[in-house]
């Protein structure tokens, strides 16, 4: 124990505290069992020691365990470091967790959280200590530069960790949207879950300012685009033609199986296939078979300006709740603005792989790359 206390006084020295997941001695606690709930806390330094701020932590419930809202809508647990570094979790429940650590021009730091963790004597001062080093991420030169505008209340944090384990440096907008401004700013990175997140208000309320943006020739790459709560709801913060409307998650095209690509020169799907996707989804033991897709509804995008590269499904699908035509969702597709020529992609399959864990399936590798590349291409001003 004093060795960590003298390690926490050190700002965690590399030679004494290197280790994200060291050993944790008993604080004089001689309880048996475990505890129901404890407090997770820690410092994070870099490679110098020195402490990280406005780092995110993503925490992941293996078996993906939930709880809801008084409307039904998802919660989850996201923190983030402080201008010490120092980072708490409060009451997380006794379970198995993965905690990622994303942070812009850091490589991301990966954590586990077992139920030893919660057994009393493993506790000090009654919560689950864990300190984390950050490596930093060597400037790529080729997108990276400017910074990205980010919003992504998303609660895995998909698009921030697609960006985070490319080295595309970025900037966290959730409660400072009118600083996106084209001065500032090549491309916004927007990742939404809207039956969990809670600043939806925040791009509402600042639409004038994301038109603005896209008037002077910023872009904006929209990602993870699923689970509107009511059927057919629009993106409520793009206006006439650059307008879409999403399914909800219940929808009968959550059990689709494959798509078709509409269009097979676009380069965020060169080499990539849409059939019989497969993945195993970090906190999940077994591959899931058969990837799904929520999706955009075709009949509400202006064909005019709006380019639809992959529709889903690839054939008429019938389930008990009716019938979804074959090429009648989008899941991929790319609005040219005309005042200004830039883009707004939307992008519903981006974030079924690099975020999921452990990921062998090569269609979603190489969608992922692509998608990369798409976004530095974006941010390096087209």
Not at 29 to 43: D, F, K, L, R, Y
Not at 178 to 203: C, S
Request: charged fraction near 15%; hydrophobic fraction near 40%; aromatic fraction near 10%.
């Amino acid at each position: 124990m004093k060795l960590w206390k003298l390690c926490l006084l050190a700002v965690f020295t590399l030679a004494a505290c290197k280790d994200t997941e060291f050993n944790i001695t008993n604080e004089g606690s001689s309880s048996s069992g475990s505890t129901q709930v404890a407090t997770v806390s820690g410092q994070i330094v870099d490679s110098q020691g020195l402490p990280v701020s406005n780092v995110t932590i993503a925490t992941l419930p293996f078996g993906r365990s939930i709880t809801t809202d008084a409307i039904g809508r998802k919660t989850y647990i996201s923190v983030t470091s402080d201008a010490q570094g120092f980072y708490q979790i409060s009451d997380l429940p006794q379970a198995s967790y993965r905690l990622n650590f994303l942070a812009s021009g850091f490589i991301k730091g990966s954590l586990a959280i077992g139920p030893i963790d919660f057994v009393p004597e493993n506790l000090i001062d009654g919560k689950i200590q864990k300190a984390v080093v950050l490596q930093s991420f060597p400037q790529i030169g080729d997108g990276d530069t400017p910074a990205v505008a980010l919003f992504d209340p998303e609660d895995k944090k998909r698009m921030t960790e697609i960006l985070v384990s490319h080295g595309i440096r970025f900037d966290n907008i959730i409660d400072n949207v009118p600083q996106l401004k084209r001065a500032n700013y090549n491309l916004l990175v927007v990742g939404l879950d809207t039956t969990v997140f809670q600043d939806i208000e925040q791009l509402i309320d600042n639409a004038n300012v994301i038109d603005n943006f896209l008037a002077e020739g910023g872009s904006v790459y929209l990602g993870q685009l699923n689970d509107f709560s009511v059927e057919a709801t629009p993106m409520p913060f793009l206006t006439g033609d650059q307008q879409f409307v999403l399914h909800t998650e219940d929808a009968p095209f959550n059990d689709f199986i494959s798509a078709k690509v509409v269009d097979n020169t676009h380069p965020l799907v060169e080499g990539v296939s849409f059939n019989g996707w497969h993945f195993v989804e970090a906190g999940q033991q077994t591959a899931k078979q058969n990837v799904t897709f929520d999706a955009a509804l075709k009949s509400s995008i202006d064909t005019t300006n709006w380019h639809i590269v992959v529709t889903t499904p690839a054939q008429d699908f019938n389930s008990g709740s009716g019938t979804v035509t074959a090429e009648f969702d989008v899941i991929i597709a790319e609005y040219t603005d005309p005042r200004s020529g830039s883009r707004i992609i939307l992008n519903q399959a981006a974030y079924y792989q690099a975020t999921f864990g452990d990921v062998t399936d090569s269609n979603g590798i190489r969608l992922t790359n692509n998608v990369v590349d798409y976004i530095q291409f974006l941010n390096h001003g087209f």
